[in-house]
Structures are given as structure tokens and as C-alpha cells.
């Protein structure tokens, strides 16, 4: 009867140390697996945040180049129309002056005893460059 109750005490004993000892090794199990899905986690929400800052710098440049071209463009076509027409103006002035005092220099040729017409095509060849000056100092 003693053998049979220290046997008895022996296998409690035993089974109470064996679940004491599977205790600690079931939390550690479950400690490192909440750790292991933790670290998964925070290393995908990582790389989700990298890829998210590289959309966004993508974003920007592609944003910035954009208006890169755009502004380049726009300057370029009204600088190049800006000079094409402002030599064109010109050109046509300087064709103007030329056929104003061609007309003055035959009309004085023609009518030498006409000396009012002269002076009023002088007076009108002076309010033409007057015009013209001033259209350019405008300029």
C-alpha cells in the first residue's frame, strides 16, 4: 500500500512537472510566433511605405518634367515669334521709309515748281518716322 501510494505521488509528481515544463515551452511557442508575424508584418508595412515614397517620387517627377517641357515650349514659341514678327515689323518699316523717300525724291523731281507739295511730303515723312520711332521705343 505504501509502494502503491509513493508510486502514486511519484506519476503526480511527474505529471505536474511535465505540465509545468509544457507550459513555458506552449508560451514560448506562441511568443515567437506572435513575434515572427509581428516582424512579417512591420517589414511588409515597410516596404509598402517605400513603395508608396517611390509612387510618390515618380509622381514629382514626372509632375516636374511635365511642366519642365511645358514652360520650355511655351517660352521658346513665343520668343521665336516674339523676334520673327518684331524683324518682320522692321523689315516692313525700313521697306516703308525707302518707297516714302523714293516718292519724295520723285515728286521733288517732277514738280520743282510745286514747292508746297514738297514740304507737305516732308511734313508727312516726318510724321511717318515720328510714328515709327515711337512704335519702336513702345517696342
Not at 103 to 109: I, M
Amino acid at each position: 500500500s505504501s509502494s502503491s501510494s509513493s508510486s502514486s505521488s511519484s506519476s503526480s509528481s511527474s505529471s505536474s512537472s511535465s505540465s509545468s515544463s509544457k507550459i513555458p515551452n506552449s508560451s514560448y511557442l506562441s511568443s515567437s510566433s506572435s513575434s515572427s508575424s509581428s516582424s512579417s508584418s512591420s517589414s511588409s508595412i515597410t516596404s509598402s511605405s517605400y513603395l508608396f515614397l517611390l509612387l510618390q517620387l515618380l509622381l514629382l517627377l514626372r509632375i516636374f518634367f511635365f511642366f519642365f517641357f511645358f514652360f520650355f515650349f511655351v517660352f521658346f514659341f513665343f520668343f521665336f515669334f516674339f523676334f520673327f514678327f518684331f524683324f518682320f515689323f522692321i523689315i516692313i518699316i525700313i521697306i516703308i521709309i525707302i518707297i516714302i523717300f523714293f516718292l519724295l525724291f520723285f515728286s521733288s523731281s517732277s514738280s520743282s515748281s510745286s514747292s508746297s507739295s514738297s514740304s507737305s511730303l516732308h511734313f508727312l515723312l516726318f510724321i511717318i518716322i515720328f510714328f515709327f520711332s515711337s512704335s519702336f521705343s513702345s517696342l
